[in-house]
């Protein structure tokens, strides 16, 4: 399939994970991507797999928290390829988690900057470059913990609840300009975030897939398909949507 044949696509936080996945994705579905990230080193390797599949990637070195960097990111596609469809902004952080009696002011900012205003500053640029080429599509990652919570994880949670607030309502915002504004909510998913977050341990890390009925955490690649499917045209009259990719987690 060449769903995005002639499509520009920025992905941010791509130099890993599920970033790095989708971005190979849209490139192999043959889109031209600008892969975003603040580590140079993790995002030219994802440009080396996207160039040497025979795709078309850049590697534009990009804090998220930062503006005047999202305007030069943004700025950069467009000159590089001459147009912006698509923007898949995955840039995020966990943070530290502790409960609320012990959170600091600090790991609030860390987490917020990046996981809120990040997504706000994205769109923000994103969108006047994605209208000027006809129409277009963005995703946002969230996460389950942005539709239930999890104990110790308050802020994080309650950042990823901030992101489908945003979400939402740019959809609204853009509904009858051509660009469809919506979200992906994964489960647990294999990528270093998730070895963080269980510390190591190989028993946590079991427990985490127990707690999903499917009986295991997902791959970065089903989430990447997630976000595709909701760029696609296949996904025409959805918008303002937030697609669960939790192996049934918050069915039950």
């Known amino acids: 399939m060449n769903r995005f044949e002639g499509k520009v696509a920025v992905v941010t936080g791509a130099g ?14 043959g889109a031209s991507v600008v892969v975003a990230g603040r580590r140079e080193a993790d995002g030219q390797e994802t440009v080396r797999r996207i160039l040497s599949a025979g795709g078309s990637a850049i590697f534009v070195q990009t804090d998220v928290r930062d503006e005047s960097a999202i305007a030069r990111l943004v700025s950069e596609a467009v000159s590089r390829f001459g147009r912006l469809d698509y923007a898949f902004n995955n840039a ?16 609030y900012d860390t987490v917020f900057d990046t996981n809120v205003k990040g997504t706000l500053l994205a769109m923000k640029h994103e969108i006047p470059a994605i209208a000027a080429s006809g ?13 239930i919570a999890f104990a110790g994880a308050a802020v994080y949670s309650a950042s990823k609840h901030a992101v ?17 504004v919506n979200a992906v909510s994964p489960g647990g998913v294999a990528t270093d975030m998730l070895e963080r977050f269980v510390g190591g341990s190989d028993e946590m890390k079991a427990g985490l897939a127990g707690m999903h009925p499917m009986g295991r955490v997902s791959q970065p690649a089903e989430i990447a398909r997630a976000v595709l499917f909701l760029c696609s045209d296949e996904s025409s009259f959805i918008t303002g949507h937030s697609l669960l990719v939790d192996g049934g987690f918050t069915a039950q």
């Open 16 to 29: 890993s994970g599920i970033g790095r996945e989708t971005a190979v994705a849209f490139a192999r579905e």
């Open 135 to 147: 129409g277009g599509a963005i995703v946002n990652n969230a996460s389950v913990v942005g539709h």
């Open 164 to 180: 489908l607030g945003l979400t939402r309502a740019t959809a609204l915002e853009q509904a009858r300009s051509g660009i469809r």
């Open 92 to 107: 995020g952080t966990e943070g530290n988690g502790s409960p609320v009696v012990q959170e600091s002011v600090s790991n």
